[in-house]
T-cell receptor
Framework: AQTVTQSQPEMSVQEAETVTLSCTYDTSENNYYLFWYKQPPSRQMILVIRQEAYKQQNATENRFSVNFQKAAKSFSLKISDSQLGDTAMYFC??????????FGTGTRLQVFP | EPEVTQTPSHQVTQMGQEVILRCVPISNHLYFYWYRQILGQKVEFLVSFYNNEISEKSEIFDDQFSVERPDGSNFTLKIRSTKLEDSAMYFCASNSRTGPNTEAFFGQGTRLTVV
């Protein structure tokens, strides 16, 4: 079975600092996609960053970057220069082709001034 | 920028009533999904839909649930007889293709409250 595990229920960081959110997954597939979604209090699901498993290079999107370790089945999210607007729930998710997304349980991130 | 649109944003219904949640996916997308998020919990897959039929459904998606795409644009989720435990945020998503640029675009969600 394919599973996604986020072991940090809550994290906090001071504004302008860097924080890393952890995610591990389990699959027997070789080609798949990994995502980090942000869910602010409005509860909308906002895509933060994506990674294709066949790409060795780690994805980056402005202040957001991932550390993708395929052999270890690890996909962590690093947020640099944290901003108050980054306060949200963050979900790691896994998908094979156009199959369903499988989500982790989420990490609640609080950014303090 | 194209987006997935869901209506209504909030629906309150009495237990036992039927509800229909509506979604307009991005126009050139071919794959459609419904997900559910009970308050404080993770997002769970309900059903996927492709080529006018269900391609996969979860164990949550029992006989009380149905989906259809009646007019080629709307994608609806119907709950025939709502229960208190159906109270949740329901997200519609659509996806265009396999391979590069595969990505599920989410709507803003419909908050369903069953009383």
């Amino acid at each position: 079975a394919q599973t996604v595990t986020q072991s940090q229920p809550e994290m906090s960081v001071q504004e302008a600092e860097t924080v890393t959110l952890s995610c591990t997954y389990d699959t027997s597939e070789n080609n798949y996609y990994l995502f980090w979604y942000k869910q602010p209090p409005s509860r909308q699901m906002i895509l933060v960053i994506r990674q294709e498993a066949y790409k060795q290079q780690n994805a980056t999107e402005n202040r957001f970057s991932v550390n993708f370790q395929k052999a270890a089945k690890s996909f962590s999210l690093k947020i640099s220069d944290s901003q108050l607007g980054d306060t949200a729930m963050y979900f790691c998710a896994f998908m094979v082709n156009t199959d369903k997304l499988i989500f982790g349980t989420g990490t609640r991130l609080q950014v303090f001034p | 920028e194209p987006e997935v649109t869901q209506t209504p944003s909030h629906q309150v219904t009495q237990m036992g009533q039927e509800v229909i949640l509506r979604c307009v996916p991005i126009s050139n997308h071919l794959y459609f999904y419904w997900y559910r998020q009970i308050l404080g919990q993770k997002v769970e897959f309900l059903v996927s839909f492709y080529n006018n039929e269900i391609s996969e459904k979860s164990e949550i998606f029992d006989d009380q649930f149905s989906v259809e795409r009646p007019d080629g644009s709307n994608f609806t989720l119907k709950i025939r007889s709502t229960k208190l435990e159906d109270s949740a945020m329901y997200f519609c998503a659509s996806n265009s293709r396999t391979g590069p640029n595969t990505e599920a675009f989410f709507g803003q969600g419909t908050r369903l409250t069953v009383v």
